[in-house]
C-alpha cells in the first residue's frame, strides 16, 4: 500500500514555524501521564501523532534522569546497612579483646584476650633486658627492668591495655573498633633510679672503689632509726641508662645496650642528710599513736610494727632521702587487727535487789557497751595522717554501739555482819543456815565500812600486805580462805586474832578492816559463797569487846 503522507507536498518554511508556535502554546502533558498506546488514539488524537507534538521526548528523559539516582540511593543503602552490621560485628568481637589500633611495643596484641595479654606482657618485660657496658673498667652486666630499680604493675598493664579506646558511648565506640586510630599503651610503672644506681654500681665497680650514699636503718634491738655514713669513690655515669629505662617502659619488648664511663663523687647523700631522715623517722616512732574505739578499749602501735611501715626513698641527684609510708601493709593491719583489739561484747549490768525489788547493789556486774568496729580503711588514712604529720595521737575507729541493758538479780547468798553482835549470819533464799562469831576492823579508820557489797575475789592463800597505824608495813604470810567483798576488806582466816573472835572486841583487837573468822568459818564461805553473794554490814562498832 503507498504511504499517503510520503505523497503530500512539503509545507511552506512560514507554516512550519507556525504549526511549531502553536504546539509550543498548547499546555504540556503532565510528568505522570501515561504515554499513549498504539491503536488507541481517536480522531482528535490523530492530529498529535508526532513525538514532538505530544512532547513525549520531554517526559521519556525526565523520567529517564532518575534511574540513575535510585539507583545510588539503594546502594548507599545498602553500604550503610553492611557498615552498621559489620560495627556491631566488630563491637561484639572485640568486646572482650585487644581493639584494633592498639600497639603494645612492637608487639601485635589486637584481638588477644586479657589472658593472651598478660601472657604478651609478661614476655615483653622479659625481653626488655638492657646490658650495660662499662667502658671505663671494662666490665658489664645485663639486667632486668626490675633489677633496675622498676616496680612493674603486670595486672595494672594489662587493664590499660585491655580498656584502650573503650568507651559505654557507642559514638566513640565507632572509634574504638576504627582501625586507623591508633593509641600506645606503656607499661605501669615506677622507676626509682637510686635502686639503678645502687644496682650497677655494685655490678660495675668493686666494692673497695666504689662510691656509696649514706642510708638509714631500722635496729630492732634499739628500737631506733639509725644512719649510716656513706664513702666517696668511682660511679658509672648512668643518664643513657636512665633513658633507655623510661624508653622500654614506654614501649616495652626489645633488648637494649648502653656504654657508660666511670667518674669519681663524692658520697652521693652525705651524713647529715641521712642522719635528719632517721630523726624524721624516730619522730614517728616516738610519738604514739593510740587507737581507741571509743569506749572501754584501745591499743598503742607498736614501734616495730610502724618502723615496718616506714619506706626511705634516696634521691642521689638532690643528695636527700625522704619518708613514704607503705599504705597497703598499713590498711591490711588495721583490717586484720582492729576487730580483736578494739571489738567488745555487750555485758548486761546486774544490780542486786531485795525481794521487794528495791536495788541493794547496783552494778554488781558493770554493763560494758557491745563494740563493733568499722570502716578500718578510715582508720588506716587517719593513722597514715598521723606519720605524715609525725605528731601522734589518737584514732577514733568508727563502730557501730549496742548499748548495755540492766537486770535485776535478787542474790541467793547473802551475808549480814553485824558489827554491834560482831556476828556474821549467811541465808539462802532468805533463810538462816550459818552464823558465825567474828571480829571486825578496829577503829583510828580501819573499822569495817558499813553497806552493801557482794563477794567479787577469793584466795585459797594469800600473802597479805599493808600498813599499821602507824605507817610502819606489815606483812601476814600465808592467809587462807580470803573472800573480799569491798576492796580491801573480806572474810579470811585469822589464827593470830583467835582471843579478839572470841570476845567480840575489835576496839582492842581489831584488824584493819577485814573480818577476822576462826579458820573453819572462813573456809566455809569460801566453800559455800559464791562470788555475787550478798554482804550487808550494818550495826555500830562496840568500844569493847561484846561476849
Known amino acids: 500500500m503507498t504511504d499517503q503522507r510520503n505523497q503530500q507536498p512539503a509545507p511552506e518554511y512560514g507554516a512550519m514555524r507556525e504549526d511549531f508556535e502553536t504546539t509550543q502554546a498548547m499546555p504540556p502533558l503532565p510528568e505522570t501521564a501515561p504515554a499513549p498506546l498504539a491503536g488507541t488514539m481517536d480522531a482528535a488524537d490523530a492530529g498529535a501523532a508526532h513525538p514532538e507534538d505530544l512532547n513525549i521526548g520531554t517526559t521519556v528523559a525526565t523520567r529517564k534522569s532518575r534511574k540513575p539516582l535510585i539507583i545510588t540511593l539503594i546502594v548507599v543503602a545498602a553500604l550503610l546497612v553492611a557498615l552498621v552490621a559489620a560495627f556491631f560485628g566488630a563491637r561484639a568481637y572485640y568486646q572482650d579483646k585487644v581493639a584494633p589500633g592498639v600497639r ?109 650514699p649514706s642510708s638509714i636503718t631500722y635496729d630492732g634491738n634499739a628500737h631506733a632509726f639509725v644512719a649510716a655514713e656513706g664513702r666517696a669513690g668511682k660511679s658509672p655515669k648512668l643518664g643513657e641508662v636512665v633513658k633507655a629505662v623510661k624508653q622500654a617502659i614506654a614501649k616495652p619488648g626489645d633488648a637494649a645496650t648502653i656504654n657508660v664511663t666511670d667518674e669519681t663523687i663524692d658520697a652521693p647523700i652525705a651524713l647529715d642528710a641521712a642522719q635528719k631522715a632517721a630523726d624524721a623517722a624516730n619522730q614517728r616512732l616516738n610519738n604514739k599513736i593510740v587507737m581507741t574505739n571509743g569506749d572501754a578499749k584501745q591499743f598503742e602501735l607498736p614501734a616495730d610494727t610502724v618502723a615496718s611501715w616506714i619506706k626511705t626513698e634516696s634521691h642521689l641527684d638532690q643528695g636527700s632521702i625522704t619518708l613514704s609510708y607503705d599504705t597497703t601493709a598499713i590498711k591490711k593491719f588495721m583490717s586484720e587487727q582492729l576487730p580483736g583489739q578494739l571489738n567488745q561484747d555487750m555485758v548486761s549490768q546486774e544490780d542486786i535487789v531485795d525481794g521487794n525489788g528495791s536495788v541493794i547493789v547496783a552494778a554488781q556486774v558493770k554493763g560494758v557497751d557491745g563494740v563493733t568496729i568499722k570502716n578500718t580503711d578510715d582508720a588506716a588514712d587517719q593513722v597514715i595522717d598521723a606519720l605524715k604529720q609525725g605528731n601522734g595521737g589518737t584514732v577514733q575507729v568508727a563502730s557501730d554501739v549496742k548499748k548495755f541493758d540492766v537486770k535485776q538479780k535478787q542474790s541467793e547468798w547473802r551475808v549480814v555482819i553485824d558489827k554491834s553482835s560482831q556476828t556474821a549470819v549467811v541465808y539462802h533464799n532468805g533463810q538462816q543456815v550459818k552464823s558465825f562469831l567474828v571480829c571486825t576492823g578496829g577503829p ?101 569487846a561484846v561476849r
Open 104 to 212: 603494645f611495643g612492637s608487639t601485635s596484641i589486637v584481638g588477644q584476650t586479657r589472658d593472651e595479654v598478660k601472657a604478651t606482657v609478661k614476655q615483653a618485660i622479659k625481653d626488655s633486658a638492657i646490658t650495660v657496658k662499662d667502658t671505663t673498667g671494662n666490665t658489664s652486666a645485663t639486667a632486668s627492668l626490675t633489677d633496675l630499680g622498676v616496680d612493674i604493675d603486670v595486672d595494672k598493664t594489662v587493664d590499660d591495655i585491655m580498656n584502650a579506646k573503650s568507651s559505654s558511648n557507642i559514638g566513640e565506640d565507632i572509634l574504638r573498633v576504627n582501625p586507623f586510630g591508633h593509641v600506645d599503651v606503656a607499661l605501669a610503672a615506677t622507676p626509682d633510679n637510686a635502686v639503678l644506681e645502687s644496682y650497677l654500681s655494685a655490678k660495675l665497680v668493686s666494692d673497695a672503689e666504689r662510691a656509696v
Open 444 to 544: 583510828g579508820g580501819n573499822e569495817t565500812d558499813s553497806g552493801n557489797w557482794y563477794i567479787y575475789l577469793k584466795y585459797r592463800v594469800q600473802d597479805m600486805r599493808g600498813y599499821n597505824d602507824d605507817g610502819s608495813k606489815y606483812l601476814s604470810p600465808g592467809v587462807k580462805w580470803v573472800s573480799y567483798f569491798n576492796g580491801g576488806e573480806g572474810f579470811h582466816t585469822a589464827t593470830w586474832n583467835y582471843g579478839g573472835i572470841a570476845s567480840g572486841d575489835p576496839a582492842n583487837h581489831g584488824s584493819h578492816g577485814c573480818v577476822n573468822m576462826y579458820e573453819q568459818d572462813a573456809e566455809w564461805i569460801y566453800e559455800n559463797c559464791p562470788e555475787g553473794t550478798l554482804v550487808q554490814v550494818v550495826g555500830t562498832q562496840p568500844t569493847g
